[in-house]
Each structure stands twice: as structure tokens, then as C-alpha cells.
């Protein structure tokens, strides 16, 4: 990888990181379906400002029906899930699951893309899955049903993301590549389209009390147009460039800095967890990123 490439990761991070404090404005009024809905229109909408205003050519070179589909499973589907978790689950504990993205990613690539699982791979997504566990200091809870199909949903989402990245590449990239702008607007319009039935249905029966504020629609915003839009224009461009598995340990990044921007503008206080927690983290960041030589299946690495 080169320096430009960390610098990409760690922006988009930065990005998906602050979407967390978005969501705190805009989630507790809203709900939690509504603003995942709201988040792929406005996503869906600022990217087509933004092909406007760079006047791209919107030729999707008849793959739009598979980017469609790749937004269902790599926004719609998590979405959906991730807002039934929060119905099921304490808070925290989908940050903890949504660590498992890399882990979801190695798998599926070893089961179903022949990807080879290295040693080192495996022992990097299981060091960041404890610095995960330290940073977000959720404590015990009592084994239900409830939790138990909570943490179902959310391995349902971290599953759809390491399967998508994998499909960007077979679908998009291994078959001469489009613009990553393109990518991202038709994945949104998918998730769109697919989300559409369920918001309909949601908001007919349980509407919201209220709809909110310009503080909240302003969280919305930022959250479509930043923490969608362009965000995806970077994540796509890094799976062309790097590879789905390295580009996946973006999630082990974003819990470190939704803590750094509580600490800058919620006047949130850092603790020795977030400082045992951000090494195990750089440490699983580095053992999936870096160049893997002891093998555990006879293939080469192709990542």
C-alpha cells in the first residue's frame, strides 16, 4: 500500500467516525429506520448534485443493475438490520458487532472468493475485535432472546459488508472498472429503492412524535451528503485500489475517532480503555494490511 492509500483509510474513518455523532441528533427524535432512510436519499441525492456539478458522464456501461443490487446488500440490508439492533441491544454493543466487518470479510473471501487466511490475518481481526471490546467499555448483559437476535441482525450486516466489497471487485473492478462517483449513486439509488417499503410501513403505523428540528435536519444532511455521499466515492475508490479485505479494516479505525471527536466537541474524557483499546486497534490494522507470508491455505495471497 502506498502513503497515500493510509492517508484515504484514515480519512474515511474520519468520515464514518463523525457520522456517529450525527446520528445521536437525529436517531433518539427520528428513530432509528427513518434516519438510516433519510441517510441513503440524501446520500442518493448529493451524489447526483454531485455528478451534476462535475458533469459526469452518467454512463453506467450495463452495470447498473448489479451496483443496484450491491447497495441493497452493502447499505440497505445493514441499515435495516443495524436499526433493528438498536431495538434489541444495549448501546455499544452494535459497534462491537460492526468490528466483526473485517473478520465477516476474511471468511467469506477464504469460503467463497478463494482468498487465502493467513495466520496473521486471522490473528489481526481477533486483536481488534478486544480493542473494540476495551474502547467501547459496554460491560456484561444477561443472555436473552432478544439479545441474541439483536447480535443476529448485526452479524446479518457485518456479513453483507464483507460479501459486498468482494462483489464490488467480481462485479465492478474485475470487469473494467467504472467511476467511483457512478458506483456510489447507483448503490445509493438501490438502497433507496429497497428501503422505501419498509420506511412507508414504519412511518403509516408509528410514526415519529415529531419530525424533528433544523438541528436535526441539519445532522441528516451532514450525514447523507458527508458521511454517505462521499464517503462511498472514497470507500469504492479503496476497493479498487487496495482490495475488499484491506479496505473492510476501515470499521476497526472508526471507533477511535467517534472518541476523538467526543473528546473535541462533546467534551468527552479519554481514559486508559482508549489507550489499550487504540493499540490493540493500530496493532490489527497493521497485521491485516501488511504483506502475509506464512500461509495457512496453499494459495497465494491475493490481497
Known amino acids: 500500500m502506498k502513503l497515500s492509500d493510509y492517508v484515504r483509510l484514515l ?31 440524501l446520500g442518493a441525492i448529493g ?49 462491537i458487532f460492526n468490528a466483526t466487518t473485517p473478520m465477516m470479510g476474511v471468511l467469506i473471501g477464504w469460503m467463497c472468493f478463494s482468498e487465502a487466511l493467513t495466520l496473521k490475518k486471522a490473528a489481526g481481526v481477533l486483536i ?7 474502547l467501547t467499555s459496554t460491560g456484561p448483559v444477561a443472555l436473552s432472546m432478544s439479545v441474541v437476535m439483536g447480535a443476529l441482525a448485526c452479524l446479518v450486516a457485518t456479513s453483507c459488508y464483507g460479501a459486498a466489497g468482494f462483489l464490488t471487485k467480481r462485479w465492478v473492478a ?41 438541528e436535526v435536519w441539519g445532522a441528516l444532511l451532514a450525514l447523507g451528503f458527508i458521511c454517505t455521499a462521499c464517503a462511498y466515492i472514497l470507500y469504492f475508490r ?25 473528546v ?13 483499546g487504540g493499540g490493540l486497534i493500530c496493532l490489527a490494522v497493521w497485521c491485516v494490511l501488511s504483506n502475509n507470508r506464512q500461509k495457512v491455505t496453499g494459495s497465494p495471497a491475493s490481497d
Not at 30 to 36: C, E, I
Not at 128 to 134: H, P, R, V
Not at 264 to 276: D, I, K, M, T, V
Open 11 to 41: 480519512i474515511l474513518a474520519a468520515i464514518w467516525g463523525a457520522s456517529f455523532l450525527f446520528m445521536r441528533l437525529s436517531a433518539p427524535v427520528l428513530g432509528a429506520l427513518p434516519t438510516a432512510f433519510f441517510r441513503v436519499l
Open 47 to 95: 451524489l447526483a448534485v454531485i455528478l451534476a456539478l462535475l458533469k459526469t458522464n452518467v454512463d453506467f456501461k450495463g452495470k447498473l443493475q448489479p451496483i443496484m443490487v450491491l447497495g441493497v446488500i452493502n447499505s440497505g440490508i445493514p441499515f435495516l438490520m443495524y436499526s433493528v439492533a438498536a431495538l434489541l441491544l444495549p448501546a455499544g454493543y452494535s459497534a
Open 128 to 134: 481488534g475485535l478486544m480493542g473494540i471490546a476495551i
Open 174 to 214: 474485475d470487469k473494467g472498472g467504472l467511476d467511483a462517483k457512478l458506483v456510489a449513486f447507483g448503490s445509493q439509488v438501490g438502497a433507496t429503492l429497497f428501503l422505501v417499503p419498509f420506511f412507508g410501513v414504519s412511518a403509516a403505523i408509528n410514526p415519529p412524535p415529531t419530525w424533528g428540528n433544523p
Open 238 to 262: 479503496l476497493i479498487a485500489d487496495i482490495g475488499p479485505v484491506r479496505s473492510l479494516t476501515v470499521t476497526f479505525l472508526i471507533p477511535p475517532f467517534g472518541v476523538l471527536w467526543g
Open 264 to 276: 473535541l466537541l462533546l467534551g468527552e474524557r479519554l481514559s486508559l480503555a482508549h489507550l489499550y
